[in-house]
């Protein structure tokens, strides 16, 4: 077991610390303010805290985690063998920076209670982080600094014990709009012909002629392929439907179609099915909690996994509300327009929410992969390479790679065969 000795124990320090040695590195680990504890204990340990001890392994610690609240930080991002890092230490610690804050501040999303200028959909613009600011945006940091720092303690204690998890690969599709002409209803489906009719897209004019005569298969409808590709190729995923009643970024299958839920009952058999909760119940906590009891009303099972309509979160709120209504996972993490690792890491990990300084019991699943982000790129061959460049960094220090597609993408052929592309991308992970 690793002793960790510091001048103050605080929930911060707590926080971080497990996540770097616990889910990153499989190390266990205790916490001491006592010296003479910390002299007694005979196997590996490290002081974190303004001076070391003796000679022991020290990490001079900056003041973040000892701080409460928001406070306006002065970040210079320098570069360690390769890797941008933040928050100097000096010469007598055994790590050139306190990866300890710099993870806190990247997980803990604090720049995103700073002030900044949201989007439309009051996003936090990834243009506005430091990762994208300073090039590391497509590195998740924090993974390889707790493997520089494994690498050290290594070095330093020969009986040093760990234990590393695998990498792994989860693809998450989402289902906002179930199908783009079937299910909809005479007035909806009347209302979207006279629409394309007055734009003159007579190629969808044509397509929802012929999915309404039942002579094509709507091009949204591409679930039973999505399942056999999962199947032969071994990847995990988890669809999450949208269930919720019309508005104006709402704009699915009506709750009410037998169709749509027989639909989401013949998914949920073969994979795991969790909520994609409209744009509507961002700020409305019973909405929320009602699309997801209707949910389970139709698949007759919990659903724990939750992701925002448009990715948007607004911390802490958004993960208050998520656990009040009583979800335990989350999937939003994420950019939609760029690449790469949000929070800086590839591992799973609880929400620290800093008005009230605790950990919260909400598990965040980040994504790096989202199909808008992709689909800016015009080479199928420079998709692939984006992708197997972003899985291979994720495979190198043992995290999960989480991509983000949409059905509604999968069936679109105008630009692209996403399809052919997706399958692609499933099958180099599957070798």
């Known amino acids: 077991m690793l002793l960790i000795y510091t001048h103050k124990i605080t929930p911060r320090l707590t926080y971080i610390m497990r996540h770097i040695f616990v889910n990153i590195l499989g190390v266990e680990l205790d916490f ?59 010469e007598r610690s055994n790590l050139p920076y306190d990866i ?8 803990s999303r604090y720049e995103e209670y700073l002030p900044h200028v949201k989007d439309i959909h009051s996003r936090f613009s990834p243009k506005d982080s430091i990762a994208y600011q300073n090039g590391f945006l497509q590195k998740p940091v924090v993974d390889i600094w707790a493997y520089k720092l494994l690498e050290a303690l290594k070095e330093r204690f020969d009986d040093f014990e760990y234990k590393i998890k695998g990498y792994d690969f989860v693809s998450v599709l989402d289902v906002a709009t179930s199908h783009c002409y079937a299910n909809r209803g005479i ?12 734009s003159l897209r007579l190629k969808r004019v044509i397509d929802r002629i012929l ?23 071994n990847v995990k995923c988890n669809f999450f439907f949208q269930f919720a009643d019309y508005s104006k970024y709402d704009k ?10 027989s639909l989401i009952k013949y998914v949920a058999d073969y994979a795991p099915v969790s909520l994609a909760a409209s744009y509507s119940s961002f700020t409305d906590l019973e909405l929320l909690r009602k699309e997801k ?13 939750s992701k925002m309509r448009y990715n948007r979160v607004d911390v802490p709120e958004t993960y208050r509300n998520l656990i009040t209504a009583e979800f335990t996972d989350d999937y939003t993490m994420g950019y939609t327009y760029e690449l790469g690792f ?25 994504f790096a992969i989202h199909d808008y982000a992709l689909s800016k790129i015009k080479k199928d061959e420079v998709i692939l390479r984006q992708v197997k460049k972003i899985t291979d960094e994720v495979s190198q220090v043992n995290g999960t790679a989480i991509v983000m597609f949409s059905n509604e ?8 065969n996403w399809m052919s592309l997706y399958a692609e991308i499933l099958k180099e992970q599957h070798v």
């Not at 590839?346 to 598990?363: A, M, R």
């Not at 993408?409 to 692209?416: A, H, M, V």
Request: proline share 5%; charged share 25%; hydrophobic share 40%.
């Open 409 to 416: 993408l999968l069936g679109n052929k105008d630009d692209r």
């Open 252 to 261: 699915n299958v009506s709750t009410n179609s037998m169709k749509f839920k």
């Open 293 to 305: 009891a209707n949910l389970e009303e139709v698949i007759n099972r919990p659903v724990n996994s």
């Open 211 to 233: 999915v309404g005569l039942n002579r094509m298969k709507d091009p949204f409808d591409n679930y039973a392929e999505l399942i056999v590709l999962h199947k032969k190729y």
């Open 32 to 90: 001491t303010t006592k010296v003479e504890e910390f002299i007694k204990h005979t196997g590996p340990k490290i002081t974190y805290t303004k001076q070391p001890l003796q000679n022991e392994f020290f990490i001079r610690s900056n003041e973040l985690l000892f701080e409460q609240g928001i406070n306006d930080i002065q970040l210079s991002i320098a570069d360690w063998e390769g890797t941008p890092c933040f928050f100097t230490t000096g």
């Open 342 to 366: 949000r929070a800086g890491t590839c591992t799973t990990f609880q929400f620290y929410d800093i008005p009230l300084e605790v950990k919260q019991p909400i598990k965040i699943h980040p």
């Open 100 to 107: 300890f804050a710099a993870s806190f501040f990247l997980i």
């Open 187 to 198: 007035a909806r489906g009347l209302a979207g012909l006279l629409m394309d009719l007055g």
